[in-house]
């Protein structure tokens, strides 16, 4: 069991690949935004990769382990501490009973992660473990860790003083720039081809209006096909509403003149249209990066898109690790 | 010698609530970064006078423990 001191900012109990199956009823999947790291934290502590593990966002927790474990952190670097001690990045580490884990807040990247061999066992909520906190469902009593929240652990076999390799690590972007893959689509129709290549060719800034809903970009006004503007009334006035219809999950949706990455807890319909995709395997960027970063996009194939999602699951494996 | 109070998360500036010169009580909100579509307060960790406002209103992109005010 480990007792929370300090939750810190929006610290939350995540599974991998989530709250799968639901969509249609219009529960997001949650999960960790960068899985990548994620799995490998589980990997590292002998866990299956998915296994249920904490988010810590922007400035991470203060958690006390009542009984001895093996954790790994992996993800941003807050700085981590354990009775006082740096504790190693990508690197499983023993635990004794009553040390103290502190987080600070990020100094490279934006999502930490913290994964105990054995995993979370909190209560699964429709089949996942994972926080979906604006419906108040999973995680520890659907919500963000709070003070003297008490996680339970389940029955682990981890050993310490395992590492990632560092070429089956994600490197940050140390710039403030991240290339982003994007898929075309579904509503590419919609853009005229002037405002396609301004939506390839542009920096879009990472608003602070972004949350594990939404990431909200900045840049320049889109234009729009004619399609767009011939339309029946009852898809609305402006031309980036559309008859309400389903977002796919990374959907870059435009409401009004304003794109919004629709990410972990986003949601699942509505009538704006969605011209472009990120796909999965890209959220990890998405999710280790903070407001006022510039992100280019760079359109992939749904095939490469795919197979992007399937080299990282073949990184996230014991092959990883030395 | 000054206290330094700094972020304690990356993220943008929302509000910035003092000036050098102002009297400020310990506890005090001094400024306010947003991230998450979280307003993150940041109190004053003594009580003194504003010497020095390092970061404005609206600012962009800070990081983590970027400083901000110092109480002298």
Not at chain 1, 8 to 20: F, H, K, M, N, S
Not at chain 1, 50 to 73: H, K, M, S
Not at chain 1, 174 to 203: H, M, Y
Request: some cysteine; glycine content about 12%; hydrophobic content about 40%.
């Amino acid at each position: 069991m480990i007792e929370v001191i300090k939750p810190g900012l929006e610290t939350a109990v995540q599974d991998w690949p989530g709250r799968i199956g639901f969509w249609n009823q219009g529960f997001p999947p949650s999960g960790p935004m960068d899985s990548w790291s994620f799995r490998l934290g589980n990997v590292l502590v002998g866990n299956a990769p998915g296994a249920a593990g904490l988010e810590c966002q922007y400035l991470g927790p203060t958690l006390r382990f009542v009984d001895a474990a093996v954790i790994a952190l992996t993800g941003a670097d807050m700085g981590a501490k354990l009775d006082g001690v740096a504790v190693p990045l990508w690197e499983s580490v023993a635990v004794a009973a009553g040390q103290v884990l502190a987080l600070g807040p990020a100094k490279s990247g934006t999502r930490g992660y913290i994964a105990i061999a054995g995993g979370i066992a909190t209560e699964p909520w429709l089949g996942s473990r994972s926080t979906f906190h604006q419906a108040g469902v999973g995680g520890i009593g659907g919500s963000a860790l709070k003070v003297g929240h008490e996680i339970p652990i389940g029955p682990g076999n981890g050993t310490a003083g395992r590492r990632v390799k560092p070429e089956a690590r994600p490197v940050f972007s140390t710039d403030k720039r991240w290339s982003v893959e994007v898929c075309a689509g579904p509503n590419d129709d919609w853009i005229d081809a002037a405002g396609q290549q301004r939506f390839l060719s542009a920096d879009w800034k990472l608003s602070s209006k972004s949350n594990r809903t939404g990431f909200r970009l900045e840049g320049p006004d889109w234009t729009f096909a004619e399609k767009a503007y011939d339309k029946p009334p009852e898809h609305g006035s402006l031309p980036s509403n559309i008859i309400d219809h389903g977002y796919p999950l990374g959907a870059i949706n435009l409401a009004g003149q304003t794109p919004i990455i629709l990410v972990n807890d986003g949601p699942s319909m509505g009538g704006f249209i969605n011209p472009y995709t990120v796909p999965q395997a890209a959220f990890w960027k998405l999710g280790q990066s903070r407001p006022g970063d510039i992100y280019n996009f760079r359109q992939v194939s749904v095939e490469r898109a795919q197979a992007m999602a399937r080299e990282m699951k073949a990184l996230c494996t014991q092959a990883s690790i030395l | 010698m000054a206290t330094e109070v700094r972020t304690q998360t990356a993220g943008n500036m929302w509000k910035v609530l003092v000036k050098p010169g102002d009297t400020v009580a310990e506890g005090q909100v001094l400024f306010i970064m947003e991230v998450m579509k979280m307003e993150v307060a940041h109190e004053a960790p003594v009580a003194g006078v504003v010497s020095a406002v390092h970061v404005a209103e609206g600012a962009e992109g800070l990081d983590a423990e970027d400083l901000v005010v110092e109480i002298g």
